[in-house]
C-alpha cells in the first residue's frame, strides 16, 4: 500500500496519519523522539507493510508484475493498490473523498513540526499539486508513474506499468479486496488503543 491507503488507513487519527505518512522516511532515532500517537502511527505503517507483503493474493499481483517489471514489482503494487482503493472508495471508507483529502493535508501540514525537512516538503508538494487526487485515474496514475521514473536505477523497467495496471486489473481488484478488510481490522486495533 502506497500513501493513499496508509492515510486511509488511519483517516480516524490526526496523529496516526502524521505517523503512517513518515513510516518509510524516518530512521530508528528519529522514530523515538516523535510523541507517542505519531509513534504509533508509525508502528501502524510498518504492521500495514508487513501484513500486505506476506499476503499471498499480492504475491500473486508481483508474480504477475516480475516479468515485465523486474524487482520493482513490489513498489508498482503498493502503488497501484492506492488506484484501486479510489474505484472502490464508496464501498471501503465511511467518507467521501474530497473531504477525506482536504482533512488528511490538513492533519499532515499540522504535523509538519515533528517531520525531518525532507518529509515536509513531500507534505507541501503532496498538498499544494493534490496528489492524491492523482489515484483516482487513469492520467493520473500515468503522473504518478513518471514522478516514480527518475528516483529510479533502473527506470527502463517502468515501461509499460500502464498498460500492465490494466491488463492485470481483475488480479489486483480481487487481491485489493480481499487484503484491505483485513487492513482495517488491523487499523482498528491502533484506534481502539488510541482512547
Known amino acids: 500500500m502506497n500513501y493513499l491507503a496508509h492515510l486511509a488507513l488511519s483517516h480516524f487519527s490526526a496523529d496516526l496519519q502524521v505517523g503512517n505518512y513518515l513510516g518509510d522516511v524516518l530512521r530508528g532515532g528519529e522514530v523515538s523522539a516523535l510523541p507517542l500517537g505519531i509513534r504509533r502511527g508509525v508502528m501502524l505503517h510498518r504492521a500495514i507493510d508487513r501484513l500486505t507483503d506476506a499476503d499471498p493474493d499480492v504475491r500473486e499481483v508481483n508474480r504477475l508484475l516480475t516479468g515485465r517489471h523486474g524487482r520493482y514489482a513490489p513498489v508498482l503494487s503498493d502503488i497501484a493498490f492506492d488506484h ?8 471501503m471508507m465511511p467518507t467521501a473523498f474530497a473531504p477525506f483529502c482536504q482533512h488528511t493535508y490538513a492533519a499532515l501540514r499540522a504535523g509538519k513540526p515533528h517531520m525531518p525537512p525532507r518529509a515536509a516538503r513531500y507534505v507541501e508538494a503532496m498538498t499544494d499539486d493534490d496528489w492524491l ?9 500515468r503522473q504518478v508513474f513518471a514522478r516514480l521514473r527518475p528516483r529510479l536505477s533502473r527506470p527502463e523497467l517502468l515501461t509499460g506499468i500502464n ?16 487484503l484491505f478488510p483485513r487492513l482495517q481490522a488491523l487499523a482498528t486495533t491502533y484506534r481502539e488503543s488510541t482512547h
Open 84 to 91: 484501486f482503493l479510489c474505484r472502490n472508495w464508496t464501498i
Open 163 to 178: 498498460g500492465s495496471l490494466q491488463e492485470f486489473a481483475p488480479a489486483f481488484n480481487r487481491a485489493f479486496l480481499l
Open 133 to 141: 487526487a492523482l489515484y483516482t485515474t487513469t492520467a493520473g496514475m
